[in-house]
T-cell receptor, first 113, second 114 residues
Framework: EAQVTQNPRYLITVTGKKLTVTCSQNMNHEYMSWYRQDPGLGLRQIYYSMNVEVTDKGDVPEGYKVSRKEKRNFPLILESPSPNQTSLYFC????????????FGPGTRLTVL | DAKTTQPPSMDCAEGRAANLPCNHS???????VYWYRQIHSQGPQYIIH???NNETNEMASLIITEDRKSSTLILPHATLRDTAVYYC???????????????FGQGTTLQVKP
C-alpha cells in the first residue's frame, strides 16, 4: 500500500531538548516536504527536498533542520525546540512523473513545554 | 501561484450532491486546479485535479469554467464520512517550476448532515 509514515504521532517535550520526527515513503517519490498546521494559519511549508541531498527552505524554516540522505526518508530535526513550535506537523511526498498529486502522512502532534 | 477564494462553510444533506465552489480569477495558463480535503486533523487527502477540461474520478467531479476563473467540486452522493475541510489549490504543473509547495487557504468546511 502506498503510504507516508511519520513517527512519533504524538510527542510532548521540554524547551531545548533536541528531537527528530521521522518521515518515510514507500512510493519512490523524488519530492518530499514538511508542513506545520496551526489554528487560523492553515498549513505552511517548512522545508522541501527535490531529491537526495537536495533540500531547500519553505516559508517557515526557522528553528528546523532537515536531511535527505536516502530517497525514502526525510527527517525533521528540531535542535532546540521552543514553545512556538508546538504544532501539528505533516510530511508529504510526490513525484512529478506521476500526476504530481501529493501524499500526506498521518501527522505528528508536538507539544513543547 | 494564484490565490483562491472559497466559502468558509457549507452544509449538505446525506445522499445529496455537495457542490463546493472555488474562485481563482488570477489563474495562469500553466496552473492546475487541485482539490484536497482534510478530515479532522488527519493528513490532507488528494481528491482530483484539472487544467481546463472537466474531470471525474471515483471520488468526485471537477467542473472548470471555460474562462478558468472558477471551478466546482462535486461529491455526487455525500456521506457523513465526507464531512471535512476542502481545499482548492492552484499550482503550476510539474516541470514548470513546481517545487511541490501547496498553498493551503482556509478552505470550506463541509458538514454532511443525516
Amino acid at each position: 500500500e502506498a503510504q507516508v509514515t511519520q513517527n512519533p504521532r504524538y510527542l510532548i517535550t521540554v524547551t531545548g531538548k533536541k528531537l527528530t520526527v521521522t518521515c518515510s515513503q514507500n512510493m519512490n517519490h523524488e519530492y518530499m516536504s514538511w508542513y506545520r498546521q496551526d489554528p487560523g494559519l492553515g498549513l505552511r511549508q517548512i522545508y522541501y527536498s527535490m531529491n537526495v541531498e537536495v533540500t531547500d527552505k519553505g516559508d517557515v524554516p526557522e528553528g528546523y533542520k532537515v536531511s535527505r540522505k536516502e530517497k525514502r526518508n526525510f527527517p525533521l530535526i528540531l535542535e532546540s525546540p521552543s514553545p512556538n513550535q508546538t504544532s501539528l506537523y505533516f510530511c508529504a511526498s510526490f513525484s512529478p512523473l506521476k500526476r504530481g498529486t501529493q501524499y500526506f502522512g498521518p501527522g505528528t502532534r508536538l507539544t513543547v513545554l | 501561484d494564484a490565490k483562491t477564494t472559497q466559502p468558509p462553510s457549507m452544509d449538505c444533506a446525506e445522499g445529496r450532491a455537495a457542490n463546493l465552489p472555488c474562485n481563482h480569477s488570477t489563474i495562469s495558463g500553466n496552473e492546475y486546479v487541485y482539490w484536497y480535503r482534510q478530515i479532522h486533523s488527519q493528513g490532507p487527502q488528494y481528491i482530483i485535479h484539472g487544467l481546463k477540461n472537466n474531470e471525474t474520478n471515483e471520488m468526485a467531479s471537477l467542473i472548470i469554467t471555460e474562462d478558468r476563473k472558477s471551478s466546482t467540486l462535486i461529491l455526487p452522493h455525500a456521506t457523513l464520512r465526507d464531512t471535512a475541510v476542502y481545499y482548492c489549490i492552484v499550482i503550476v504543473g510539474v516541470g514548470s517550476g513546481n517545487t511541490g509547495k501547496l498553498i493551503f487557504g482556509q478552505g470550506t468546511t463541509l458538514q454532511v448532515k443525516p
